[in-house]
C-alpha cells in the first residue's frame, strides 16, 4: 500500500464513517472530501472542482427544474381523480403502480413522492383503505420505475457520469430499461401479494379530514379561568376523560418532577400528547390555550380565514436542524405552529427547542389567502390538503411536451441530455410553467453539491489505485469462482452500503471498484457498473436507506421493522434478478 492509497482509503473511511452516523450534511460531507483531496494534491484544481461542470451535474438540476415545472403547471393534476376511480385496495395499487410506472422514470422520484403523498393519502381515506398499505408501495415502485431510465435517479447520472471519467463509453437513455422491467414487475407482483399481506394495517397516518389528524403533541397553558387550577393531573383523569396524556409539567423555565402528582397553578405549561381533537376540546373545555410562544391568539381557532394544516418537513428542506422557535423569521406564511408529530419518538422537551427533522409533522393554523403559496413551498409538503385545483391553460401540454422533447431529442441522439434538459428548464421557466425566482427553489442544491463534490473522489481512488488494492482485497478473494460469483458479491456490497448511507456515496465508492474488478478479470465493466446503479438506486430494507423511504416513514406510521419486513425479501429479490439477468444483457 503507498502512501497516496492509505490517503484516498483514510478519506474515503471517514467520508463512510460521516456519511452513516450523520453528524454532518451529505453536502458538507462531499465539500469536505473534495478540499481534503485537493488540499494533499490527490487530484489537481481542474479535477477538484470538474464536479460543477459535469454534464451529469448539470443534467439533474435541470430535472428538478423540470419535474417542478411539471408540478407547478397543473400537467399532474388529474392522478386523484384517476386513483379516486378505484373501487377496491388491489385496484387501487394496480393503478397507482401504473402510473408511477409512466411518471417516475422521467422524473426525480424524491419529487414524484412528493407530488403522489398527499393525492395517495386523501384517496386511500375515500374508499376506505388504509394508507399504510400503499405509501411504503408508493416508495417502493418510484424507486423500481426510476432505475429504469438514466435520468430516474440521480445515482444513474452519477454512475454514468463517473464512468466515463473512468474511460467506460456510458450508458444510453433506455441502457436499463430491459432490467428495469423485468425487476420493476416482480417487485409489483411481490407487492400486490405477499407484500401487501406483510403491509400494516394502520389508520394512525391517515387524514379523514383537517381536524381528524394524528397523534400530535403540543403545549397547553393554564389560564387564570382554567378549571383544572388547584387540581393535579391525575386528579383531573385527562387520559380518561379526553385521551390525552401529559408528558411534562413545566413551570417557568423548569420541568417539574412526577407532573401528574403535581397541583397545577396559574401559568403552567403542560406538554400533552394526544389526537388534536381531543387537544382541542381539553383546551375549550378546561380553560387552557396553546403556549403564547407561538403567538397564537385564542380567537384564532375561531377565524374563519385560518385553516387547520398538516405539513411534512420535506427531505431538502431550509428548515432541517432548526427549531420551532425559529420558523417565524425563515417562513413567511403567517402561519402558527400548534404541535408537532414525530413517528418513532415522543418528544419530551418544550417544543419552541425541538430540531426539526426530515419527516417530522407539523400542525399549523395558516390565513387561506397564504395556502397557495405554501402549496408551493418546497421545505415542505401539504398533507391536509386533498389535490388542490389548478387552473387548466396552456401551460400543463406545453409542460407534458417538453418533458417528451427532452427524453425522446436525447434518446434519438440528436442532443446530449444535459444539453436537452437544461432546453427544456428554461423553455418551461419562459413560458411561464414555473416563475424565475421558483428556479432555484426547485433545485436540491444537496443533492447538486453532493455529487460535484464526491466525483473526485472516483478520479482519486482511480488515479492512486487504491480502487484496484481494495479489489485485490475484497472482492478478489472470490475472483478464482468466477466473474459470476464477483458481480453477485458487488451487488450485495452496494445493497448493503446503500440502506445505511447516501446511495450517491455509495455509488461513487463502488463505481471505480467496479471498472478496477473489470480490469483485473479481463472482462467488460458494464456488468458490474449495471450491478452497482441497480443496488445503489434501490434501497427496501430501512425507512432511512433512501429519501422516499424517509418521507412515508412518519406519513404511514411504520415501525422500522414494517421496513425490514417487506423490504428486505423485495431487496433479495432484486439482487437475485440482477444476478441471473445482468450477464444475460451485458455479458462479460
Known amino acids: ?41 490527490l487530484v489537481d484544481a481542474g479535477q477538484a472542482l470538474s464536479g460543477f461542470s459535469n454534464p451529469a451535474t448539470i443534467t439533474v438540476a435541470a430535472m428538478f427544474v423540470l419535474a417542478a415545472g411539471l408540478q407547478n ?21 394496480i393503478i397507482l403502480f401504473l402510473m408511477l410506472a409512466a411518471i417516475a422514470p422521467f422524473v426525480n422520484n424524491t419529487a414524484v ?58 450508458f444510453s437513455m433506455f441502457e436499463f430499461t430491459s432490467l428495469g422491467v423485468i425487476c420493476m414487475a416482480a417487485g409489483c407482483l411481490y407487492l400486490l401479494t405477499i407484500g401487501r399481506w406483510l403491509l400494516p394495517e394502520s389508520r394512525g397516518g391517515e387524514l379523514v379530514d383537517h381536524y381528524e389528524l394524528g397523534k400530535y403533541i403540543t403545549e397547553l397553558r393554564v389560564m387564570p ?8 393531573v391525575g386528579e383531573a383523569k385527562l387520559s380518561e376523560e379526553f385521551g390525552v396524556f401529559v408528558l411534562e409539567l413545566l413551570r ?58 398538516e405539513v411534512m418537513v420535506a427531505p431538502r428542506s431550509r428548515l432541517l436542524g432548526t427549531t420551532l422557535g425559529m420558523l417565524d423569521p425563515r417562513w413567511q406564511h403567517n402561519t402558527t405552529v400548534l404541535a408537532i408529530h414525530r413517528r418513532g419518538q415522543v418528544l419530551r422537551e418544550q417544543l419552541r427547542d425541538v430540531h426539526l427533522r426530515v419527516g417530522d409533522i407539523l400542525l399549523m393554523l395558516t390565513p387561506e389567502s397564504q395556502m397557495s403559496t405554501l402549496r408551493k413551498d418546497a421545505n415542505v409538503i401539504v398533507l391536509s390538503e386533498r389535490e388542490h385545483d389548478k387552473p387548466r391553460s396552456w401551460r400543463a401540454p406545453f409542460a407534458l411536451v417538453t418533458m417528451a422533447l ?140 433512501y429519501q422516499t423511504n424517509t418521507m412515508v416513514y412518519g406519513a404511514g406510521g411504520y415501525r422500522f421493522s414494517d421496513f425490514v419486513k417487506v423490504g428486505l425479501p423485495l431487496n433479495l429479490i432484486f439482487w437475485a434478478l440482477g444476478v441471473i439477468f445482468i450477464p444475460v444483457f451485458w455479458p462479460f
Open 1 to 41: 500500500m503507498t502512501f497516496d492509497i492509505a490517503v484516498v482509503l483514510g478519506i474515503a473511511l471517514v467520508a463512510v464513517a460521516l456519511f452513516a452516523t450523520e453528524k454532518l450534511r451529505m453536502d458538507a460531507v462531499a465539500l469536505l472530501v473534495l478540499v481534503s483531496l485537493a488540499l494533499v494534491g
Open 73 to 93: 403547471s397543473g400537467a399532474l393534476s388529474g392522478i386523484g381523480s384517476l386513483l379516486g376511480r378505484a373501487r377496491s385496495p388491489l385496484q387501487f395499487l
Open 113 to 170: 413522492v412528493a407530488v403522489f403523498l398527499p393525492i395517495v393519502m386523501a384517496a386511500t381515506a375515500s374508499i376506505g383503505m388504509s394508507a399504510s398499505k400503499a405509501l411504503i408501495p408508493l416508495s417502493y415502485v418510484s424507486q423500481m420505475a426510476g432505475v429504469c431510465t438514466l435520468v430516474g435517479t440521480s445515482t444513474n447520472l452519477l454512475v454514468n457520469a463517473m464512468a466515463k471519467d473512468l474511460g467506460h463509453p456510458g
Open 225 to 232: 379561568e382554567s378549571s383544572l387550577i388547584g387540581t393535579s
Open 252 to 309: 417557568g423555565d423548569e420541568k417539574v418532577w412526577s407532573p401528574r402528582s403535581q397541583t397545577l397553578e396559574e401559568g403552567d405549561v403542560l406538554l400533552a400528547r394526544g389526537d388534536w381533537s381531543k387537544l382541542d376540546e381539553l383546551r375549550k373545555e378546561a380553560g387552557l390555550e396553546v403556549n403564547a410562544e407561538f403567538k397564537l391568539k385564542q380567537r384564532a381557532f375561531e377565524e374563519v380565514d385560518q385553516v387547520l394544516t
Open 406 to 545: 427532452v427524453i425522446a431529442v436525447s434518446a434519438i441522439g440528436w442532443a446530449p441530455i444535459a444539453v436537452t434538459a437544461l432546453a427544456g428548464a428554461v423553455a418551461m421557466t419562459v413560458a411561464g410553467c414555473l416563475d424565475a425566482d421558483d428556479v432555484y427553489d426547485a433545485i436540491d442544491w444537496r443533492i447538486i453539491i453532493l455529487m460535484a463534490g464526491l466525483l473526485p473522489l472516483g478520479v482519486a481512488m482511480s488515479q492512486t489505485g487504491a480502487a484496484q488494492f481494495l479489489v485485490q482485497n475484497t472482492i478478489g478473494l472470490v475472483s478464482d469462482s468466477g466473474p459470476w460469483m464477483v458481480l453477485a458479491v458487488l451487488y450485495l456490497l452496494a445493497l448493503l452500503l446503500t440502506e445505511f448511507m447516501s446511495n450517491a456515496a455509495a455509488a461513487v465508492l463502488l463505481t471505480p471498484i467496479g471498472m478496477s474488478t473489470a480490469g483485473m478479470m479481463e472482462v467488460s465493466a458494464t456488468p458490474f457498473l449495471i450491478a452497482v446503479t441497480f443496488a445503489a438506486s434501490t434501497s427496501f430494507a430501512t425507512p432511512v436507506g
